[in-house]
Every structure is written in structure tokens, then in C-alpha cells.
């Protein structure tokens, strides 16, 4: 193999070790992750065979670094084939998937490993290591029971097995749900088809038909374009064509048809738990994290859909009403919910946000966010336009605290065809300390936003500077580690606490000196009104029994299908239908995600029977920043210090309940999450 001409396997002679986006070709990708896992197979076997007792250095550590080049390839070729990937990067991500998973399941049923971390293991208390090397050993171990370690004989085979399947599957998923968004495209021809819609959603859209070689305006399953269209278009019967195609995403016969695999993976992953000695799935996934079982999730998420259910009840009469006045049918589908609320937000509180999206530019939100970090702790942001990337739209700042680089974060925040949907913070590269030095993070965020007309300024909603917000609240957790094991390091945390950090950072969005600041008229440069903060603050609990039922939906249906998976296994779309109806979701409302392209479930078992952690995040993040609050100071120095060295720098070295106590000084409480949603 003629490594010295793969790019991918020679050390990267750019500043601070960023991928060489420019020499990397799809080709490249095959023979250097070969080669990276067979290096990562001597690596474990020299653990292996040693004839010296297992310590800490010569197994743990040893473990924890080993690997090191297939964790930098993988890192990139993660992030190339949700942001810019291509029809040859997606062949090859499918052949290599189940390549991965089959190394991945060797790596964890390791016995020569195995038997030394878990000799080591079993003597913990006696061994004199520090809370960080604990917790990194007892992390290690436990990855090692839940993928296998333990298993024997057919058992371990037929666990190989559903790895390898599960990881194609997975994949399969992924790829289908991107090509029913590429491949979607409403025109809209005339004045007619674009009546309702503010200019600004009119430049979105003509943008979107540039990009896909066409003329006019094009609406796409992007949520930054089809929303504002289902919210302000006044033509119902285009509405309606619109939320069928994006709610119909994975769910169309042929070869981008979900509900098969979705069927399958959900049959294999109870095998696998079934395997390891679990119920179910549910069980087995909710073991490792803050919930610890299925019955504490499904508790919180209860006591919250009542109030939740009854207010949403009350805003669906209430849109009946309205719909009346307006000459609109009485029997509200899912595509005129979001247009009736609009038009009595408006009634109501007589904010618009046409009127309020001319002080929201993506640069000026993007500056609030720094300006925010900044002020909380202490970071700099210089960008770099020296330094090729892998498209256009990224861009790159080098982030510094107290005058030191601690990391590089690229932001991509525009919506194209050869990126997937949805928002997201992925790493380069993990942050962690070798021999003492630092080595800094590459974080990247990506968002969906619609890019504006050439010369002309993205403007925001303000849900997407809270999406934008919070993604960089995940960059953050990154960016700010301050661990020794990249295997401990930021949002390498339980689910449902990586959302901490970045459901947390929203609520900065919304503070008033925040916005003053940073929210300026785009043609005028003046601040946005007092009158105007003041009606986004009244509009706050608008609508909040729909936004918070069509989460809980999802939640609830995540788990009830990982609780049982073996009835209407064979029927996904039968069990959401007989799922939704038993909970009383209003059929208007509808869910943020139907089954066929519930990504977070699918795409990969990260968030399977654990969509319900964003709410168990808001739980956190809202009694965490009631602790600002009550200083009367949103940017509180000690409070921030101490967020900073509880929660946002600390990764996975500790208990993440722990650190949670260590910060607030007391167990957790649902009041504040109830109060901030207005369902109190």
C-alpha cells in the first residue's frame, strides 16, 4: 500500500493539525481506514499479549490511546458524508459501514484485552488512581460488557452479526431520508403560488431554485424552508402538498423506502438486547445514562403531557375559531396549524417576523454568540480565511482563552443538497493532554438555515437563533474540555446530559442587553426596539402546548416501540397510528418526527429510546439557569466560573449527576422546566 501518497495517512503539516481538505479525494478514504485498522488491531494485540501484569499504563491508558489514526479518519469521513457528500462517498460509506462495525465489535470482544481491564477493574479501590483514571476505567469496562465482552461461543457470533447488520441498515436509513430531501422541489411559478409569503422567504426560495439550476422560487424539505412556508403561505392547497412530502420523507415504495429497514432494525436491536440479558431495548440503552430506566423517562415526559395535552386542546379551540372568522375549513389539518397560529400571533400580539427577521443577520447572531461566550468564559474568536475547508460555506475562527488557542471551530450553517438535514455538532478531533500539552479540539457546527440571494444578508427567525444558539452550545462543551482522555472528553457524555450545554446556552439568546447589542436593523443599524423585545417576551408561551406535544409524541413513540418491539414490528406506520391515538394527540398537532425519517432513532442508535432526553436536558438546563437568575445577573462571574468547571470543562471524567450536584448544590426540580413553558 502506498501510504506516502494518501493523504489521509500522513501526519497533517497545517496549522494545528486541521484535516487537508484540499489534497482529500473519496478514493483516498478505503485504503487508509484498511490501514488504520490493522494498525488499530497490532495495537490492541501488543495489549494483548503482554507477559507483565496489567496496571493502569500498560493496559488502560494504552487501551484508551490505541486507535488514534482511525479515530482521526473516521472523524473526518463522519463529517464529509452529512455535510458534503456526493453519489461516491455514499457508495463508499455504505461498503465501509458494515467494515467499521465488524471492527468496532472486535475492538470491544478483545479477550486478552478484556481479562486485563477487567482484572484491573475488579481491584479499582485498591489501585490509587485519581478520579479521572477511574472513571476512564470503569467507562472502559463498561463498553466492553455492553458490546459483548462477556458473551460466548453462538452467542458472541450472532451479536457480530447484528453489529455488521445494524451498521448497514443504519446507514441505509440515513442515505434515503438525504435523497427524498434532495430530490424534492415545490415550484412556485407566479405571484399566485408565492401570495402570503414575506420577501425574505420569497429571496430564500428563489435562492433554493439557483441552487438547483431552476428558475423562479422552490420551497424544500428543508425545516428553514418549508415551516416559514407552511406558516405564512395563504394557499392551503399548496400547504397541504408541502407537509405531505415532509412528513412522507422514507415512507415512498421504491428503493429510498424506510419502513422495511426500520422494521429490521428494530427486530435486531432486540436481539441484541436480549443478548446482553435486557427485556428490551429500551432497558438496555436507558442503563447507561442519567435516567437509568425506561420508567423514570416515561415518568418525566407523563408529568408533563397532561398540561401539556390540556393547553393544546385549548389553542386548537381556539384556532377553530379564528379558522371561522377567516373563512377557513373547521376540521384544522397538520398543514393549517402553523399558518392559523401565525395569523392570530398576530391578532394577538401583533408581532410579525417579517418585521422581526430584518434584526436578525446571521453575522450579527454569530457575533452574539462569541459576545457571549466571551463574556461567560472568557473566549476569543479571529477567524481564518487562510485555510481551505471542505465548501464554501464553512467557515473557520481559532478560539483562545486567557491569550492560549485551546481550539479551532468551523461553522457551516447554510442548507444544499449534499447535506443532510437538521442541525448538529460533530468533532474533528476530541480534545485531550499528551505529555502535558494540550490538544486542541476541531469542533464543527452544522445548521440548515436558508441562504440568502448573493450581496444580500441571511436573515433568521428567532427559532433558528435558539437552533443556532444551542448548536453552539454543543460547540461549546467541546471547545472547552479541559480533560486528559479524549475518551472522556466534552459531549462524550450520557445523552440525555450532552443536551445540557446546549439547551442551556439558548436561554443567552433571548436576554435582553444580548439583543440590544446585537440584534440591528440590517438596512438601518438601529437596535431592535423595546416594543419589540417586549412582544417577543408576550409571544413566549404562544403556542406551547402544540410545540411541547408534538416532542412529547415523538418521545413517547420512541420508547413505547423500543419497550415492544414485538408487536407491529412488521408495520411501523400501524404502530405510530395506534401509538399517537392511544396517548389523544390531536391529529392536527401531528409529531416533530413520523417513524420512516426519524433520524435520531435510525440513523444510528446514539439517540434510540432516547429522544426523551432533550426534555430530561430541560429539566437540568432550566434549574441551571435559574441559578443566574437569582443572582440577577445573567452573567454572573462566579456562577459562570462555576459552570465552567462543573459542567462545560469537566466531559465525562465525572458522574455526570455528580457534577450536576457539584454545580447546583441540590437534587434537580421539574418546576422551573413547567414554569418556562408556561404549562405550570
Known sequence: M??????????????????????????????????????????????????????????????????????????????????????????????LAPQLAAHNNMVYQQEGVFTRINALYQQRKDL????????????????????????????????????????????????NVRSDEAQYRLQLHDENDLAGLPESIRASAKQAAADRGTEGCVITLSRSSVVPFLTYSSRRDLREIAHKAWKSRGEHPGKTDNRPIAARILALRQEQAQLLGYANFADYALSDRMAGTPHAALD????????????????????????????????????????????????????????IKPYFALE??????????????????????????????????????????????????FSRTSKQGGAWMHEFRSQSRSEGKRIVPIVINNNNFSKAPAGQATLLSFD??????????????????????????????????????????ENWAGQDEVLKKHALHIKTGEA?????????KNVRFFNQGFETVRYLGSALLDLQIHLDLTE????????????????????????NHRLPHFGHLFSSDG??????????????????????????????????????????????????????????????????????????
Open 568 to 591: 407491529h414490528v412488521q408495520d411501523i406506520g400501524a404502530f405510530e397510528a395506534a401509538t399517537l391515538e392511544k396517548i389523544g394527540l390531536p391529529k392536527a398537532a401531528g409529531i
Open 464 to 505: 433558528d437563533v435558539r437552533t443556532l444558539f444551542h448548536e453552539f452550545g454543543h460547540g461549546l462543551h467541546g471547545l472547552l474540555s479541559d480533560v486528559e482522555y479524549s475518551l472522556l472528553a466534552g459531549p462524550a457524555v450520557a445523552r440525555d446530559y450532552v443536551e445540557l450545554p446546549s439547551q442551556l446556552f
Open 128 to 175: 490509587g488512581l485519581n478520579t479521572e483514571k477511574l472513571r476512564l476505567l470503569e467507562r472502559i469496562r463498561l463498553n466492553f460488557v455492553r458490546n459483548g465482552a462477556e458473551l460466548t461461543g453462538e452467542s458472541r457470533l450472532r451479536f457480530s452479526e447484528i453489529v455488521a447488520a445494524l451498521a448497514t441498515l443504519c446507514t441505509q436509513f440515513s442515505q
Open 364 to 413: 450579527n447572531m454569530i457575533a452574539a454568540a462569541f459576545d457571549c461566550a466571551h463574556r461567560l468564559f472568557g473566549l476569543s474568536f479571529k477567524e481564518r480565511f487562510d485555510l481551505p475547508l471542505y465548501h464554501p460555506d464553512a467557515r473557520l475562527w481559532e478560539v483562545s482563552r486567557e491569550g492560549e488557542v485551546i481550539g479551532l471551530f468551523i461553522g457551516d450553517n
Open 607 to 680: 439517540y434510540a429510546a432516547g429522544y426523551y432526553v432533550y426534555m430530561w436536558a430541560e429539566v437540568l438546563e432550566a434549574d441551571t439557569f435559574n441559578a443566574f437568575i437569582e443572582t440577577g445577573n445573567a452573567f454572573d462571574p462566579a456562577t459562570a466560573e462555576r459552570l465552567y468547571r462543573t459542567i462545560y470543562s469537566v466531559g465525562n471524567s465525572i458522574d455526570p449527576a455528580s457534577a450536576w450536584l457539584a454545580f447546583r448544590g441540590r437534587p434537580a426540580e421539574v418546576s422551573p422546566l413547567l414554569a418556562k413553558r408556561g404549562l405550570n
Open 300 to 355: 418525566l415526559l407523563q408529568k408533563v403531557w397532561a398540561p401539556a395535552l390540556k393547553r393544546v386542546l385549548e389553542e386548537q379551540a381556539d384556532l377553530q375559531t379564528l379558522a371561522a372568522e377567516l373563512g377557513e375549513p373547521l376540521d384544522i389539518e397538520p398543514w393549517d396549524w402553523f399558518y392559523l397560529a401565525e395569523q392570530q400571533r398576530l391578532a394577538r400580539f401583533d408581532l410579525d417576523d417579517a418585521e
Open 2 to 95: 502506498h501510504t506516502e501518497r494518501n493523504p489521509l495517512l500522513q501526519e497533517w503539516q497545517t496549522p494545528f493539525g486541521l484535516p487537508p481538505f484540499d489534497q482529500i479525494l473519496p478514493g483516498h478514504f478505503p485504503p487508509a481506514f484498511a490501514f488504520a485498522m490493522a494498525q488499530h488491531r497490532a495495537e490492541l494485540n501488543a495489549i494483548a499479549e503482554q507477559t507483565s501484569l496489567p496496571d493502569f499504563a500498560n493496559s488502560v491508558e494504552r487501551f484508551a490511546l490505541a486507535g488514534s489514526l482511525l479515530a482521526r479518519i473516521n472523524g473526518l469521513f463522519e463529517n464529509l458524508t452529512a455535510s458534503e457528500t456526493n453519489p461516491e462517498l455514499e457508495a463508499i460509506e455504505l461498503t
Open 528 to 536: 431592535i426596539p423595546d416594543t419589540l423585545l417586549a412582544k417577543i
